[in-house]
């Protein structure tokens, strides 16, 4: 049996190839030997905003420019909107609705072309970009297509419920398949996609995935956002708890943010829980447990 797990490699934008000198992708973005005066990010995903927030607390001016209206597109939209204003109080700025259209070497530095929605053009200057777009299956060189394995539009290879590909023999997990692309949750397919073929009847409750963005402070969710919920029909009720009201945050000096709570009004029933505060992805854990035993 062979069981591909190669993962995820960075996005990149066709008007802005990796250089890794000027315009960056996450792992040199990790690697850089001196901290620039100014950097633009592009993306405003759990990558962007970690690596943003990382270079402007070590004293960089950090600029996100972000193509959707929101920060952390697909989050609960509370705690995006909270996550910005903390981090623009930090220092960092924001251009929502807004794309990069290209760029041009400027001596040490680089000029950025952006555009907004309304067509309106802009040129910002920087030391280097970061692009963090997202990430795409890697499975360059692997035969796939000459071996009969199926892939969708996008390059991730098609799975059914027990790992299989289309073709006997050959299972594949983590990063290459459709879905959230986390370390974690690919950690727990490969053991159990093994114990599959051993025939023992594991599982992944993807309902109790956590998801953490380690910016300061940190934002940890599982499970349905307050308007996911709704789109799946349930009647909603929600709770939510401000850190500034919580001793133990005082004493650590970090009181923004909150924890909020997502149920089905009628049962009860957990359906998600998001945190933006100190020590969320500790925090989040007990939310987990909840969440796979069904809490209410």
Same mark, same amino acid.
């Given at each position: 049996?062979?069981?591909?797990?190669? +993962?995820?490699?960075? =996005?990149?934008?066709?008007?802005?190839?990796?250089?890794?000198?000027?315009?960056?992708?996450s792992t040199e973005a990790?690697?850089?030997?001196?901290?620039?005066?100014?950097? /633009? =990010?592009? #993306?405003?995903?759990?990558?962007?905003?970690?690596?943003?927030?990382?270079?402007?607390?070590?004293?960089? $001016? &950090?600029?996100?420019?972000?193509?959707?209206?929101? &920060?952390?597109? +697909?989050? %609960?939209?509370?705690?995006? @909107?909270?996550? $910005?204003?903390?981090?623009? !109080? @930090? +220092?960092?700025?924001?251009?929502?609705?807004?794309?990069?259209?290209?760029?041009?070497?400027?001596?040490?530095?680089?000029?950025? *072309?952006?555009?907004? $929605?309304?067509?309106?053009?802009?040129? &910002?200057?920087?030391?280097?970009?970061?692009?963090?777009?997202?990430? !795409?299956? $890697?499975?360059? #060189?692997?035969?796939?297509?000459?071996?009969?394995?199926?892939?969708?539009?996008?390059?991730? =290879?098609?799975? %059914? %419920?027990? *790992?299989?590909?289309?073709?006997?023999?050959?299972?594949?997990?983590?990063?290459?398949?459709?879905?959230?692309?986390?370390a974690h949750k690919a950690?727990a397919e490969g053991l159990?996609?093994?114990?599959?073929?051993?025939?023992?009847?594991?599982? /992944?409750?993807?309902?109790?995935?956590?998801?953490? =963005?380690?910016?300061?402070?940190?934002?940890?969710?599982? +499970?349905?956002?307050?308007?996911?919920? @709704?789109?799946? %029909?349930?009647?909603?009720?929600?709770?939510?708890?401000?850190?500034?009201?919580?001793?133990?945050?005082?004493?650590?000096?970090?009181?923004?943010?909150?924890?909020?709570?997502?149920?089905?009004? #009628?049962?009860?029933?957990?359906?998600?829980?998001?945190?933006?505060?100190? @020590?969320?992805?500790?925090?989040?854990?007990?939310? &987990?447990?909840?969440?796979?035993?069904?809490?209410?």
């Amino acid at each position: 049996r062979i069981l591909l797990a190669t +993962g995820s490699a960075p =996005v990149e934008l066709p008007d802005l190839p990796f250089d890794g000198t000027h315009i960056l992708g996450s792992t040199e973005a990790l690697s850089l030997e001196s901290v620039p005066a100014r950097m /633009v =990010v592009i #993306g405003a995903g759990a990558i962007g905003l970690e690596m943003g927030s990382v270079w402007s607390r070590l004293g960089t $001016q &950090v600029e996100i420019i972000e193509f959707m209206n929101a &920060v952390l597109p +697909g989050a %609960d939209a509370e705690i995006s @909107q909270q996550v $910005q204003r903390t981090l623009k !109080r @930090q +220092g960092m700025s924001f251009r929502l609705s807004t794309r990069a259209t290209g760029a041009d070497l400027d001596g040490d530095g680089i000029k950025l *072309y952006v555009a907004g $929605q309304e067509g309106e053009n802009t040129t &910002v200057e920087c030391d280097c970009v970061l692009v963090a777009v997202g990430r !795409r299956p $890697q499975t360059e #060189g692997l035969g796939l297509e000459s071996a009969g394995v199926e892939t969708t539009e996008r390059g991730f =290879v098609t799975v %059914d %419920d027990d *790992y299989r590909t289309t073709v006997n023999g050959v299972f594949a997990i983590g990063d290459v398949t459709p879905g959230p692309m986390l370390a974690h949750k690919a950690e727990a397919e490969g053991l159990v996609a093994v114990e599959r073929m051993a025939g023992m009847g594991s599982s /992944v409750n993807y309902e109790a995935i956590p998801n953490i =963005v380690y910016t300061h402070p940190e934002v940890a969710s599982v +499970g349905l956002s307050e308007t996911a919920a @709704q789109e799946a %029909d349930h009647q909603v009720r929600t709770g939510k708890y401000l850190f500034r009201a919580n001793a133990r945050a005082h004493s650590i000096n970090c009181i923004d943010g909150f924890v909020k709570v997502v149920a089905d009004a #009628g049962t009860d029933r957990l359906l998600g829980v998001h945190i933006f505060g100190p @020590q969320a992805s500790h925090l989040i854990a007990e939310a &987990v447990v909840a969440m796979e035993f069904r809490a209410s």
